[in-house]
Nanobody
Framework: QVQLVESGGGLVQAGGSLRLSCAAS????????MGWFRQAPGKDREFVAA????????YNRDSVKGRFTISRDNAKNTVYLQMNSLESEDTAVYYC??????????????????WGQGTQVTVSS
């Protein structure tokens, strides 16, 4: 079965950093584009970042550009989200998602096929 397992969330002070990891199993990892989404209480799930199957193309929402970096290691079946200069507005549950190479979109949650359970990121100010 397909599993995506996030880790690395926690409590951090504003201006600090965290690195989220998402370990995938049960799929051919290199055949999937990967994304990170987040959802804060009372808010819709929103796109954060995405990376193509090979890692050659990345996207970030405007509010995290210059602060967050998505990357992947296909040999380890893992996608990462390095988060620097964290702000209180970044507080949310962060979800890892996988999207087949030929379907859906990078930017919409409905375009993804598989999801992890999420990891909480809390930024104190």
């Amino acid at each position: 079965q397909v599993q995506l397992v996030e880790s690395g969330g926690g409590l951090v002070q504003a201006g600090g950093s965290l690195r989220l990891s998402c370990a995938a199993s049960g799929l051919t990892f290199s055949n999937y584009n990967m994304g990170w989404f987040r959802q804060a209480p009372g808010k819709d799930r929103e796109f954060v970042a995405a990376i193509s199957w090979s890692g050659s193309i990345t996207y970030n929402r405007d509010s995290v550009k210059g602060r967050f970096t998505i990357s992947r290691d296909n040999a380890k079946n893992t996608v990462y989200l390095q988060m620097n200069s964290l702000e209180s507005e970044d507080t949310a549950v962060y979800y890892c998602a996988a999207r087949g190479r030929t379907g859906g979109t990078y930017f919409v949650a409905g375009g993804y096929d598989y999801w992890g359970q999420g990891t909480q990121v809390t930024v104190s100010s």
